[in-house]
């Protein structure tokens, strides 16, 4: 779990640098492309797709303006 205030930290951060909503998806898709890519095809599965997506969806909602 990541405390409020580090949250609030890193939105303001990513504001202050012109982080919009939108990229956030965009990291996502490279951010699981690599790390599937770094555990191997044949390690990655379903599960580990599904975990690792609610983790940073948590994260990019507490670091958008919107979130």
Not at 17 to 29: A, C, N, R, S, T
Not at 30 to 58: C, F, H, P, V
């Amino acid at each position: 779990m990541v405390a409020d205030t580090t949250l609030k930290y890193l939105s303001s951060v990513h504001l202050q640098k012109g982080v919009i909503d939108p990229y956030f998806e965009v990291v996502k898709g490279l951010l699981l492309r690599t790390i599937k890519e770094g555990i191997g095809e044949e390690k990655w599965s379903d599960d580990m797709n599904s975990a690792w997506t609610e983790a940073y969806d948590q994260l990019a909602a507490g670091c958008s303006y919107q979130g």
